[in-house]
């Protein structure tokens, strides 16, 4: 028996599952506007992926990089969640670089 694709099954479900909190605290600590940097790391992740000869590697790099990708879309939304109330609202944000270009930007959304 074969448990590969099984295993990397539970592997992924627990990584995106970690996607949610990464998603929530990004948004509390930096804004939304951090969106470019986390949607960089996730190709940069994706990317790498295609390098490593491992597959067990090679495929939890690819799905942490699609996670962070994923999170970078849903970043506005959670702004949104803690303006009205869902989640707590952090008013004192860590800034970025280019914060004030990037928030001329439209933020992507799936």
Request: positive net charge; hydrophobic residues 55%.
């Amino acid at each position: 028996m074969n448990f590969f694709g099984a295993l990397i099954g539970i592997v992924t479900l627990l990584i995106i599952g970690l996607g949610f909190p990464l998603v929530i605290r990004g948004e509390r600590i930096f804004g939304y506007v951090c969106w470019p940097y986390m949607m960089g790391v996730g190709f940069l992740l994706i990317v790498a992926s295609l390098f490593i000869p491992n597959d067990w590697l090679c495929v939890i790099m690819a799905v942490i990089g699609t996670t962070f990708v994923w999170g970078s879309t849903e970043l506005k939304e959670q702004a949104v969640r803690a303006e009205i109330g869902w989640f707590p609202f952090n008013g004192n944000k860590v800034k970025v670089p280019f914060a004030d270009v990037i928030r001329k930007w439209k933020a992507p959304h799936l």
